[in-house]
């Protein structure tokens, strides 16, 4: 079988190990484009943040950057003023090795919250890292970010502006710890197309609000999410007008929403990938919040995993999202089966048929309020045995 290569013009990638981890994988990855890049971002929610968090919002504000440096293995944060010194480190040591100034190098962790990093390591490994950059290093630069995650995500996307064509290359890390939040794993998004920075970030917001938005695996926001997206131009593709946004949008989603997809497809001890589908509900919002607490619900999430078409977990959770309904008007489908009519359950026929939905690997949950034109959908994942064995044990 061809192994399928990824890669961006005007890009090059690499990864490395340099022991921050323990199984002796890569775990330091680099992202180099070849000028300087307009550059915009999303980070995480959550009130505590890593010190890369917090320096990459910093910088992301002149809207360039030229080099990403990313660990696996240690986060990097709740780490003291230590832990800063050591991010702004990580940036110095891939300036001076690539001779670009400081503030283009934007950085990324991800690993166990709290434990200082061995920048030692780091330091030692930078210059193996530039030394490998390729134009065909993605693949190693996706193990690199890798931490619980069984399969390396990279999607590549191609258009063309004024006949010009363009690509869009992302890769992303993510597996447990994700929660539709701003950002919610390390994503790291690569064009060659031309773009204003401002116009930029909000082509990314707008993405991440369909894509990395709309996912959950186990309810819980990281500490150092953050979508990072550059666009070099050495294509001569150039986004400015209407049409050209358009085609670049398009494009954009497609790449960040095929990358959230594998996010929940690839959750920690996930066998079931699964759409929570909420509509005609009063409003947009509403739809939204009722999806997300069925997505959220672990009792939903234990059904699934055991094949349980308990529609009773399903009606119940919709019933505390907050937002009004009307269980005598409700309707539920697993794909196009019929559990439940008018609020009541449509009998053991349809059960069994629901039942044998549940058996497949994919499928979607759709619930009926018929209520009015609100619709809205998140994706989720069956909470299994093995997510507890993982995080049990976590550190060791």
């Known amino acids: 079988m061809k192994t399928e290569i990824y890669t961006c013009p005007g890009f090059t ?34 009130r505590v943040q890593a010190a890369s968090v917090k320096l ?67 330091e030692k490994s930078v210059p193996e890292l530039v030394r490998l950059l390729s134009r ?31 690509t869009i290359t992302g890769v992303a890390k993510g597996s447990g710890m994700i929660r539709p939040d701003m950002a919610t794993m390390l994503c790291f998004v690569c064009t060659d197309a031309a773009s204003d920075p401002k116009l930029l970030q909000e082509m990314l917001f707008k993405s991440v609000e369909q894509s990395f938005n709309r996912i959950t695996v186990d309810g819980d926001t990281s500490t150092n999410d953050m979508v990072l997206l550059l666009a070099n131009g050495v294509s001569g593709a150039v986004i400015r007008n209407q049409d050209q946004i358009s085609v670049f949008q398009n494009q954009l989603d497609q790449v960040l929403l095929t990358l959230a997809r594998m996010v929940v497809k ?29 997505a959220h619900s672990n009792l939903v999430k234990t059904a699934l995993f055991g094949e349980d078409a308990n529609w009773g977990r ?56 018929n209520m009015g034109k609100g619709n809205s959908s998140i994706l989720t994942c069956d909470f299994s045995i093995d997510y507890v064995k993982i995080n049990a044990d976590y550190r060791s």
């Open 13 to 46: 990638f690499s990864g490395c190990a340099s022991g921050l981890k323990k199984n002796g994988e890569n775990d330091l990855g680099l992202i180099y484009s070849e000028t300087a890049a307009s550059a915009a971002g999303v980070f995480t929610r959550n």
């Open 56 to 122: 990459d919002m910093e910088r992301i504000q002149s809207g360039k950057c030229q080099a990403i440096i990313a660990n696996s293995g240690n986060a990097n944060c709740c780490t003291g003023e230590q832990g800063e010194l050591d991010n702004l480190s990580m940036t110095r040591f891939v300036a001076s090795e690539m001779g670009i100034p400081e503030e283009m190098v934007l950085v990324a962790s991800t690993g166990v919250i709290g434990k200082p990093l061995p920048i030692q390591k780091v």
């Open 136 to 166: 065909n290093g993605i693949s190693e630069f996706a193990r690199a970010i890798m931490t619980t995650d069984t399969v390396p995500k990279i999607v590549t996307g191609k258009g063309e502006i004024n006949n010009i064509p363009f």
């Open 266 to 294: 690839d959750g920690e001890g996930a066998t079931k990938l699964v759409e929570i589908s909420v509509e005609s509900a009063k409003s947009d919002q509403d739809a939204r919040c009722i999806a997300e607490t069925i």
């Open 314 to 369: 399903i009606i119940a959770a919709a019933g505390r999202a907050g937002v009004e309904i009307m269980p005598e008007r409700m309707d539920i489908f697993f794909n196009d089966v019929c559990m439940v009519q008018n609020g009541i359950g449509c009998g053991p026929v349809a059960e069994a048929e629901a039942t044998k939905v549940l058996k497949t690997s994919e499928f979607v949950i759709r619930v009926k309020l």
